[in-house]
C-alpha cells in the first residue's frame, strides 16, 4: 500500500487547482474568455499554471515508483517535500506581478534537481 507518496500527490493536486482558479480569476477580472487576449496578467497566469502541468505529474510518477520499489520513506518525504517547495517557489516567482526572480530560478533549479535525483534513483533500484 502506498503511503507517503499520496501525501504528495494531494498536495500537488490541491497546488494545480489553486493556480486553475488564478487562471479563472484572472480571466474574468479581464474578460478573456480563451488564450490570454494580450494581457499579461493572463499570459504568466497561465504560464504558472502551465508550468505546473509540465512537471508535476512526472515528479509524481517517480514518486510513486519509488515507493513501489521500497525507497526508504525519509528519502520519499526528502523528495516530495524538496519538490513541493520548489513548485511553490517557482509559482511565488513567476507568477507574481513583479516577478521574484530568486523564487523562480531556485524553484526551477530544485525542479530539475528532484526530478533527475527521482529518475536516477528510480533506474538505480531497478537495476541494481
Keep these: 500500500m502506498l503511503t507517503i507518496s499520496p501525501i504528495y500527490a494531494g498536495l500537488l493536486g490541491l497546488l494545480v487547482v489553486w493556480l486553475s482558479v488564478g487562471v479563472s ?10 488564450g490570454d487576449g494580450g494581457e499579461k496578467a493572463l499570459f504568466k497566469a497561465i ?29 520519499l ?4 517535500a524538496t519538490f513541493l517547495a520548489a513548485r511553490l517557489m517557482h509559482a511565488y516567482g513567476l507568477g507574481r506581478e513583479r516577478q521574484f526572480v530568486p523564487g ?4 526551477a533549479y530544485l525542479t530539475i534537481f528532484t526530478i533527475t535525483g527521482t529518475a536516477v534513483a528510480n533506474i538505480c533500484y531497478a537495476v541494481l
Design 25 to 34: 480569476t484572472v480571466r474574468r477580472q479581464k474578460k478573456v474568455s480563451t
Design 47 to 75: 504560464r504558472v499554471h502551465s508550468n505546473a502541468i509540465e512537471n508535476i505529474p512526472i515528479a509524481i510518477i517517480l514518486l510513486v515508483l519509488l515507493e513501489l520499489q521500497g525507497a526508504p520513506g525519509w528519502a
Design 104 to 107: 523562480r530560478i531556485y524553484g
Design 77 to 80: 518525504h526528502v523528495a516530495g
